[in-house]
């Protein structure tokens, strides 16, 4: 059974920052893509961003510049580092793993969610 644990949330100042991690666990045949999503009350999930196997990365606009995501290359492990935070980006932050298997068929794992909070 594969398994996403995530932590390094929590609350921050406005100008703080954070480091969200998410490590897999099980048996994943081959991973297309790893990102991290957000949903904030009200609001539907969004994509914050992604890295693909190939380490291409992709961003919402409204983190460009402030957000990085990254990986170890020799385990599933997967970084969000967040800068600059704006009240804004509070959200509940999960992360993801696009995969497939070896019948080519396509997987979603998702982690059960940290809670990022910017406020004064």
């Known amino acids: 059974q594969v398994e996403l644990v995530e932590s390094g949330g929590g609350l921050v100042q406005p100008g703080g920052s954070l480091r969200l991690s998410c490590a897999a666990s099980?048996?994943?045949?081959?991973?297309?893509?790893m990102g991290w999503y957000r949903q904030a009350p009200g609001k539907q999930r969004e994509l914050v961003a992604s890295?693909?196997?190939?380490?291409?990365?992709n961003y919402a606009d409204s983190v460009k510049g402030r957000f990085t995501i990254s990986r170890d290359n020799g385990q599933n492990t997967f970084y969000l580092q967040m800068y600059s935070l704006k009240p804004e980006d509070t959200a509940v932050y999960y992360c993801?793993?696009?995969?497939?298997?070896?019948?080519?068929?396509?997987?979603?794992?998702w982690g059960q969610g940290t809670q990022v909070t910017v406020s004064s």
């Open positions: 993801n793993v696009a995969a497939h298997s070896r019948w080519y068929a396509s997987l979603n794992y």
């Open positions: 099980g048996y994943i045949f081959s991973i297309n893509t």
């Open positions: 890295i693909t196997s190939g380490g291409s990365t």
